[in-house]
């Protein structure tokens, strides 16, 4: 979970949808997810002004070897219009029939 949690934060636990060609090509050349700079939820689109706070949620390899894997990137964001939103990347999305299978989540608003 987050290093810190803002009091007036409430959980929203839906997807996002980047703006196509708005993602931090740096990171990704690090192999880290790259935040969109731009995305949509809830038929509103975000720019992302500032990044906050980032963080890592890691556990055990599924199988019992004893490797540890990242699970989710975490970034804590102020958009342009002044919200702070904690977003995350799963890098293990949901397995399955579903066609939409995000990696982008807007977990929380505040």
Known sequence: MPPTTPTNE????EPITPKPGAFDTAAM???????P?????RKTEY???????????TSSCRSGSPETYVRKHWYR???TTGEVMTL???RQPPRGRRKHKARWYLFSSA
């Not at 409430?10 to 636990?13: A, E």
């Open 37 to 41: 700079s731009a995305f949509t939820c």
């Open 47 to 57: 720019t992302v002004a500032a990044v906050l706070e980032t963080w890592k949620s």
């Open 10 to 13: 409430s959980f929203i636990g």
């Open 88 to 90: 995350y990347f799963d």
């Open 77 to 79: 964001i102020r958009t």
């Open 29 to 35: 050349a690090r192999g880290e997810p790259g935040l």
